[in-house]
Every structure is written in C-alpha cells, then in structure tokens.
C-alpha cells in the first residue's frame, strides 16, 4: 500500500488542522492505520492509531482530548484532527499503515509510511 499524507500547514496555537492521508491499492480497510510526529532534533513519536474498523482508537497522552483520528474505507483515507494546537505539536507528520489491522503505538509494527506533512504551530 502506497500513503499521501497532506493537509499541514501554519496555524497559530489554538487553532486546528485536519490531517488526511489517503491510501491506494488494497485492501485498505484492512489495516490498522497509525499518525506518528517527528519535531525537529527529536525522535519520532506515537500520536495516534485506528483498527482497520475504527472500531478502536488510541492516543498518546499529549494529544488526548484534542486530536482525533478517524478513518472512512470507502475512501480510502486517514484523517487526524487536531485542535488547540500548541507550539509542541509543531513537527512532521507521518501516517503509517500496519498490516496486521489492530493499530499499534510501536513504529515497528508498521510496515507502510507515508511522506510526511509539516505542521507549525505560532506562538
């Protein structure tokens, strides 16, 4: 499977942004889909995850109540919405795609990624 992820951007902290990341070849619904973050001189971290019914979600404690992941199979896409940002989410985002189909917080476990999206958040 091939990931396009899109839709960062500049916004002033307390704004939001909605991720998309759109997948193609198949079958997409059956993969667990993951949001990872790398901020600059840092390692890349877990922000979010979704079985491949979006049956189920997990966060990281940074994001939760302000970030929601989702998924629509019919379109074959990802999205992560993030509000109240602040100037720590500032980073590239990567969606990734885990073939297993459960979602998972560890890296290792995805065996599809995408580009990459920047997202800057002012101060």
């Known amino acids: 499977v091939q990931l396009q992820a899109y839709g960062g951007g500049l916004v002033q902290a307390g704004g939001s942004l909605r991720l998309s990341c759109a997948a193609s070849?198949?079958?997409?619904?059956?993969?667990?889909m993951g949001w990872f973050r790398q901020a600059p001189g840092k390692e890349r971290e877990f922000v979010a995850a979704?079985?491949?019914?979006?049956?189920?979600?997990y966060y990281a404690d940074s994001v939760k109540g302000r970030f929601t992941i989702s998924r629509d199979n019919a379109k074959n896409t990802v999205y992560l919405q993030m509000n109240s940002l602040k100037p720590e989410d500032t980073a590239v985002y990567y969606c990734?795609?885990?073939?297993?189909?459960?979602?998972?917080?560890?890296?290792?476990?995805?065996?599809?990624w995408g580009q990459g999206t920047l997202v800057t958040v002012s101060s």
């Open positions: 990734a795609a885990d073939r297993r189909g459960s979602g998972s917080r560890y890296q290792d476990e995805y065996g599809y």
């Open positions: 070849g198949r079958p997409f619904s059956s993969y667990g």
């Open positions: 979704i079985t491949w019914s979006g049956g189920s979600t």
